[in-house]
């Protein structure tokens, strides 16, 4: 879910903030919000097959990305943990149309521990208007 994105030039976005919804993890014991929220994000699209969007924030790729709230009573993770760093989603941007689905096909996440991190998934992205888009 994007929150305020719009599409800046022919290669890249914008975004206030992505909801990242349907979150889980992978740590025994430790279930995750649901819902994770990025900081102000940037996309530069790189045109290939598939075409890769490299998502960072705005601020730079060394800034905070994003706060992953770890919860459960038995979790040794329990708390906020600050991820900063970018993910590289894939699709086929070159179509008009009104939805694209995003994969998620790299992560270079670090949380405030220095430890790495990985984001695995896909979401489907649309315009609010509904109107048809690409990146070409």
């Known amino acids: 879910q994007n929150d305020k994105a719009a599409i800046v030039g022919t290669k890249s976005f914008k975004a206030t903030s992505l909801s990242l919804t349907g979150c889980t993890s992978s740590a025994v014991n ?5 819902t994770v929220t990025t900081t102000e994000v940037k996309g530069e699209v790189t ?32 708390g906020d943990f600050p991820v900063k760093g ?6 086929e941007l070159a179509s008009e149309q009104a939805e694209h689905e995003l994969t998620v096909s790299a992560s270079e996440l670090a949380s405030g521990s220095g430890n790495n ?9 649309k315009l609010t208007s509904g109107a048809d888009w690409s990146f070409r």
């Open 86 to 91: 970018n993910f590289t989603v894939s699709s």
């Open 117 to 125: 991190d990985s984001l695995t998934g896909a979401a489907d992205f």
């Open 30 to 34: 430790c279930p995750v919000e649901p």
């Open 47 to 78: 045109a290939g097959t598939p075409d890769t969007i490299k998502i960072e924030p705005v601020a730079g790729a060394t800034k905070l990305m994003m706060i992953v709230v770890f919860t459960g009573p038995l979790c040794a993770l329990e």
